[in-house]
């Protein structure tokens, strides 16, 4: 290298690092002062008045969140921090005589700051007063799902016209039309279930109810959504199509979890995989649709998919589309709806009907009652209920203490919770009914805590009790249930879309299950066989 290059390159070398310097400067400044809004925010409320946990200048609120990871397994989920709260909230509000309905979380530089809402008044505040954008956090976690095409993801008028689209798909109307199709799955259920029975009034092998009951909603809402039938339930592996979104739901998961006290991250391979599962599932889905597309419509008038409702719709966006050539972001919205829906109808779904299938266990006086209803409203034989339901679909509707077992056994056990962004609404605060005090959100996520919510003594008589009853009592009765306190499927117009499928999901299965099978718990047997 000749002199006067090297010059060159040695009086570029100081530039180059000096500005690295200040990029690097300039970054941690950013995030420290990040650091003290957060906490200077918290103290600014505790100043107020407002009842806060113990609160450090360096850590914020993750140690409460360290002490419930350790009362904890490793992979515990967020929302079981609702209802250890309620159980712990003496160790942190010792002054404090009940719950207090509202709760900041400083969770900087982990996660985004929160308010934790355990009140059903102020929860109503922030998604049915005032329905309030999701947070980003919301985003972020469908994002490698859907890209955030999704009506779980937009807001304002894209999510308006889209969730219209899809509504007719998950009224009763079209679900009792559905309902054939539906008995149709239950009985392979049933069937699977009696592989697994023992015989002569023996107890059967022990087995994971949970994979049964997945792989039952897995096959109804793909059935439902786009009229195909994958028999996940008898087929030896999983479908292209369960088997990509399994693995793009633990892909999703690797973001930071302030309940897991631990910040995360995908790898480049990561991406690659999320690619790769989108592509699978794709593939599955675009030829659903193009067969759609080159159907008629008007054909079948009883019953109509999640595709069927789209498809009506396919030159409101851009008026040159049409069925021969669809407008490629309708397509992409379209899919991604699709997939959104299949992750969240199985999921919650599945696990509730596990749930149920435990609180008859331990209260075997509803568990007959649950059966009794059923001898009267579908007659004594159990293998009769299926051909009865095909002629008189209405009569799943006529179970009211089915209903009440299924609605107290989601009020105990809520699986989806939904928090939201208070930026777009300066000066937003909540209330509580006989308090004074103002909770701003600036700054803050509400965060609905379901579970907290439904066992909020203030609202239930016997909280943590289950008590089917409740739900048929008559207004003035002690136990008569808090239905603005009631939020499984979330509150106001961005609730659930397809609770009205569960619902008929839980009823048809318990109709199915409760007089045919004794069902028990075998953990001591389970740890043996593994």
Not at 170 to 185: G, K
Not at 199 to 216: I, M
Not at 243 to 257: E, F, G, I, P
Not at 390 to 408: M, Q
């Amino acid at each position: 290298m000749e002199p006067h290059t090297v010059t060159r390159v040695h009086a570029v070398q100081p530039l180059l690092l000096r500005g690295i310097g200040v990029l690097v400067a300039m970054v941690v400044v950013r995030f420290l002062y990040k650091g003290y809004i957060v906490r200077s925010r918290i103290r600014s409320l505790k100043a107020q008045g407002i009842p806060m946990l113990p609160h450090s200048i360096w850590f914020g609120h993750l140690p409460i969140f360290a002490d419930f990871r350790a009362d904890h397994p490793p992979d515990v989920n967020a929302y079981m921090f609702h209802l250890w709260f309620m159980s712990n909230y003496k160790r942190y509000f010792p002054e404090l005589d009940k719950v207090p309905p509202v709760v900041y979380l400083d969770l900087w530089p982990i996660a985004d700051p929160l308010v934790m809402v355990l009140d059903a008044i102020a929860a109503s505040q922030f998604t049915i007063a005032n329905s309030l954008p999701k947070h980003p956090v919301s985003n972020e976690f469908v994002h490698p799902l859907t890209g955030n095409l999704d009506i779980v993801s937009t807001d304002g008028e894209i999510w308006k016209k889209w969730r219209s689209r899809f509504n007719p798909g998950f009224s009763p109307r079209n679900l009792t039309a559905l309902l054939p199709e539906l008995i149709e799955e239950a009985q392979v259920f049933v069937s699977g279930l009696k592989a697994q029975a023992g015989k002569n009034g023996e107890w059967g092998p022990v087995f994971q109810l949970e994979e049964k009951t997945t792989n039952l909603t897995f096959d109804i809402i793909v059935r439902a959504s786009v009229d195909l039938r994958l028999h996940e339930q008898s087929r030896p592996t999983p479908s292209p199509l369960k088997k990509a979104l399994m693995d793009q739901l633990v892909l999703m998961a690797m973001m930071t979890n302030a309940a897991r006290v631990l910040p995360g991250g995908r790898m480049p391979w990561h991406n690659a995989a999320i690619k790769r599962n989108n592509r699978i599932m794709r593939d599955v889905l675009m030829p659903r649709i193009q067969n759609k597309l080159r159907s008629d419509f008007g054909a079948d008038t009883k019953k109509k998919t999640i595709v069927d409702l789209a498809i009506k719709h396919i030159d409101k966006d851009d008026p040159g589309a049409s069925r021969e050539k669809p407008d490629a972001e309708f397509v992409d919205r379209l899919i991604a709806n699709l997939k959104i829906f299949i992750f969240a109808g199985h999921d919650t779904t599945s696990s509730t009907i596990c749930f149920m299938v435990k609180n008859l266990q331990d209260h075997p006086d509803c568990l007959e009652k649950i059966r009794a209803e059923h001898d009267d409203v579908l007659g004594p034989n159990p293998d009769d209920a299926t051909d009865i339901l095909n002629k008189s679909p209405h009569l799943l509707y006529s179970l009211p203490y089915t209903l009440a077992v299924i609605k107290e056994t989601l009020r105990l056990y809520p699986l989806a919770a939904t928090v939201r962004s208070s930026q777009v609404t300066p000066g937003f605060y909540l209330t509580v009914p006989g308090s004074e005090l103002r909770y701003p959100t600036e700054g803050f996520g509400p965060w609905l805590a379901a579970p907290a919510v439904q066992r909020n003594p203030d609202y239930w008589p016997r909280a943590d009790e289950f008590l089917p009853q409740r739900w048929l009592v008559a207004e003035g009765d002690p136990l008569y249930a808090a239905k603005e306190a009631w939020a499984p499927f979330s509150l106001g117009p961005r609730n659930c879309i397809g609770q009205e499928l569960a619902m008929i999901e839980l009823r048809l299965v318990s109709v199915l299950i409760a007089r045919t099978f004794d069902i028990e718990e075998a953990w001591n047997e389970w740890d043996k066989k593994q």
